[in-house]
């Protein structure tokens, strides 16, 4: 079952990046799609989506993106990782 809360969260992140052009932004683009793939048809495995996240949040941080930033996609990671935690529960 498509899961399009959980690609609306993703593609607000892609939304984000998008508007602030940071360095490396295909290789950010790319972690998010991966993501998108992963959780869009409700069969995310957590542990799959941890690993992508942790990954999405390292290159945040290669690419200095502004702390407050990095916070809203934190948030919005951690929403995404709850979210796919119940539907597998």
Do not use: C, F, W
Not at 10 to 20: A, H, P, W
Not at 45 to 60: C, E, G, K, Q, S
């Amino acid at each position: 079952m498509y899961d399009a809360n959980a690609v609306a969260v993703v593609e607000s992140i892609g939304r984000t990046v998008q508007r602030l052009h940071p360095g490396r932004q295909g290789e950010i683009i790319a972690i998010l799609n991966a993501i998108e793939s992963h959780i869009e048809e409700g069969q995310g495995d957590p542990r799959v989506l941890h690993h992508l996240t942790d990954a999405l949040v390292a290159m945040t941080a290669i690419v200095r993106l502004d702390a407050r930033v990095v916070t809203l996609i934190t948030r919005k990671l951690d929403k995404l990782r709850d979210r796919t935690g119940r539907t597998r529960g």
